[in-house]
């Protein structure tokens, strides 16, 4: 994840007009941007307009059309910074969550730095949803511990614009709001 953000803080500062993009392009930027990032980035510069766009959801196109227009354009740097914000956010909150439930010493330590390590964790550096909808379903989580039932469903909609699984949140957090009613 530092990797990537280093990698990330580079392409910004060579991304400026006159730089050289293709060898950039090559080895900083292209290796994060696969399969259905093309789709993301098609959505965030021309709308719904291809045949086949419809069933991903809007915000993380939208949130990349709102970060890249400052940035000259650049969408695949914006879908790739929203990510990298999305990916400490929700590491942010893994911890949080982590402290709030667990008693033991140094729990959430331990458990952010195997997430950290994991595998797959570098899935959510990649220009996907993942890392966003993650973000907000953890948030929902704290909100919830929190008994914030507005924000709890602010936050849960904005998940279900990033995330088709996003519906579901509220099926969690239903006996949590019921019980508060009673």
Same mark, same amino acid.
């Given at each position: 994840? %530092?990797?990537?953000?280093? &990698? =990330? @803080?580079?392409?910004?500062? *060579?991304?400026?007009?006159?730089? #050289?993009? !293709?060898?950039?392009?090559?080895?900083?930027?292209?290796?994060?941007?696969?399969?259905?990032?093309?789709?993301?980035?098609?959505?965030?510069?021309?709308?719904?307009?291809?045949?086949?766009?419809?069933?991903?959801?809007?915000?993380?196109?939208?949130?990349?059309?709102?970060?890249?227009?400052?940035?000259?354009?650049?969408?695949?740097?914006?879908?790739?910074?929203?990510?990298? %914000?999305?990916?400490?956010? &929700? =590491? @942010?909150?893994?911890?949080? *969550?982590?402290?709030?439930?667990? #008693?033991? !010493?140094?729990?959430?330590?331990?458990?952010?730095?195997?997430?950290?390590?994991?595998?797959?964790?570098?899935?959510?550096?990649?220009?996907?949803?993942?890392?966003?909808?993650?973000?907000?379903?953890?948030?929902?989580?704290?909100?919830?511990?929190?008994?914030?039932?507005?924000?709890?469903?602010?936050?849960?909609?904005?998940?279900?614009?990033?995330?088709?699984?996003?519906?579901?949140?509220?099926?969690?957090? =239903?006996?949590?709001?019921?019980?508060?009613?009673?």
């Amino acid at each position: 994840i %530092v990797c990537s953000s280093i &990698a =990330l @803080l580079l392409t910004f500062m *060579l991304s400026r007009p006159g730089a #050289s993009s !293709s060898v950039l392009d090559r080895y900083v930027t292209n290796p994060w941007l696969h399969w259905d990032t093309y789709w993301y980035l098609g959505i965030a510069e021309n709308g719904y307009r291809a045949a086949g766009s419809t069933p991903f959801m809007p915000l993380y196109p939208l949130l990349i059309r709102i970060v890249g227009m400052p940035l000259g354009g650049n969408f695949p740097l914006a879908a790739l910074l929203i990510s990298t %914000v999305a990916t400490f956010g &929700a =590491l @942010l909150c893994f911890y949080r *969550l982590i402290s709030r439930l667990s #008693s033991v !010493s140094h729990a959430a330590d331990w458990a952010l730095v195997t997430a950290v390590l994991l595998p797959v964790s570098f899935f959510l550096m990649a220009a996907y949803t993942e890392a966003l909808f993650l973000w907000l379903a953890l948030a929902t989580v704290l909100l919830a511990l929190k008994k914030r039932w507005v924000l709890v469903a602010g936050v849960t909609a904005l998940a279900a614009l990033t995330h088709h699984q996003g519906v579901f949140l509220p099926i969690v957090f =239903l006996p949590g709001l019921l019980s508060q009613a009673w």
